[in-house]
């Protein structure tokens, strides 16, 4: 069976002009051949037990990117600002379309069209500098790997592409360049698709999001600028201009000393590879989990703790065996004026109690065992100790109520 992969190529809005009913036009850069460069997580590989974090290098062919149903399917499609969960569609369109894109074409290696912008909020956004294009579009993934004609390596083939929408977007990270941006709400999209710049420390290469970078590189001319200076100094009390301000050289001394501590706390401020995986993993669970729990759950910008909140407050308004586990361990405290981790322990319960896909509700003489342990109350004989699911409840209502007994 042929599975369907959604992604997002990253394009910038340039020259445009407005029409006598100020509606804003503007020629824009849709997609592209060539070998493009995915996150497994952005094509949804890792549910399959792919790193998140591997990089899949994707064939984009001529001809199916110019084919003549992967044109027409973006002709017409709608202009979105970001871009919607799901894509666009006949219940959401009218909420979410801002304008149409027109007459798509082959030019070179790249598909071109029209952009019409009729949404005020849209044009207000682009001639506020939000001009980036960011093409949302669904594709048929054939895993076999190959060399391009220019000898370039793939692991895989996008065929059958097929647009949805247009999105306008804050400008990438990585500069002109297109990239991919993943628009679901399971990882952080936002976080871990963000692109990386390697800057040189000391010698020492350090691999830090732009606006670290900027930041060490600033850093870094103004040390740099000041031990040259310093170097020339021929008396320590003359000063030394540096800008508009006169140093002595003790004080540049001092300033140096200074910049480079900064620049050591950057350093550790940098995520490291390992911290970066554990956080796509637990991102991923939390969604499975809350989405499992709340089918119709909508996580888009929201916390880990906004998700987890919703997730308690919802099941405890329409199922009375999840409130009274999520009553016992909040412990007379609304889920919005809880703690985080006592909100964070009152999902993890539900996670645990929620009876498996496929299976039977538990009875009601269960539910009440699993309501008292959490209350703390003793429903077993005297002589008898819990097992199993019973002994993992117990030990989370003894935890909550400060009993710290096994």
């Not at 309501?371 to 003793?378: F, M, N, S, T, V």
Request: aromatic share 4%.
């Amino acid at each position: 069976m042929t599975k369907t992969y959604e992604a997002h190529d990253r394009f910038t809005l340039t020259s445009r002009e407005m029409t006598s009913e100020g509606f804003l036009v503007a020629p824009g850069t849709l997609a592209r051949t060539g070998i493009q460069e995915y996150r497994a997580y952005e094509l949804g590989l890792d549910a399959d037990g792919v790193d998140p974090m591997k990089v899949i290098r994707l064939y984009r062919p001529p001809q199916e990117v110019f084919a003549p149903d992967s044109l027409r399917s973006f002709e017409n499609k709608p202009i979105t600002i970001e871009h919607p969960a799901g894509g666009v569609n006949a219940s959401n369109w009218s909420e979410l379309a801002k304008g149409e894109v027109r007459g798509c074409t082959c030019d070179g290696e790249f598909m071109k069209a029209t952009l019409i912008v009729k949404a005020q909020d849209a044009i207000d956004a682009v001639l506020g500098g939000k001009t980036e294009l960011s093409n949302g579009y669904v594709f048929e993934l054939e895993w076999t790997s190959g060399t391009d004609a220019n000898g370039k390596p793939y692991d895989g083939i996008q065929k059958n592409i097929r647009g949805n929408h247009v999105a306008i977007v804050d400008s990438a990270r990585c500069g002109a360049a297109c990239r991919i941006s993943d628009s679901q709400p399971n990882l952080g999209v936002t976080t871990m698709a963000d692109a990386k710049r390697k800057v040189i420390v000391d010698g020492i290469p350090v691999e830090v999001d732009d606006t670290a970078a900027a930041a060490i590189d600033k850093l870094t001319q103004a040390r740099d600028g000041a031990l040259q200076r310093a170097q020339t100094a021929e008396d320590k009390l003359k000063g030394i201009k540096v800008g508009d301000k006169a140093f002595t050289v003790d004080e540049l001394v001092k300033l140096v000393g200074d910049q480079a501590a900064q620049i050591e706390t950057l350093k550790k401020d940098v995520m490291t590879p390992e911290a970066r995986d554990a956080m796509v993993a637990e991102w991923s669970k939390l969604i499975g989990d809350a989405k499992k729990l709340v089918p119709e759950l909508v996580t888009d910008g929201k916390t880990c703790l906004a998700i987890r909140r919703e997730v308690v407050a919802t099941l405890s308004g329409k199922d009375s065996k999840a409130k009274l586990a999520a009553d016992a361990v909040l412990a007379g405290k609304s889920v919005e004026a809880a703690d985080a981790e006592v909100v964070r322990a009152a999902f993890n319960v539900l996670v645990a109690t929620a009876p498996e896909q496929g299976t039977q509700a538990q009875d009601s003489g269960d539910a009440a065992r699993v309501a008292a342990a959490l209350a703390g109350k003793q429903t077993q004989a005297a002589d008898a100790k819990p097992t199993g699911r019973a002994a993992f409840l117990q030990r989370q209502a003894n935890a909550w109520q400060g009993n710290q007994s096994k």
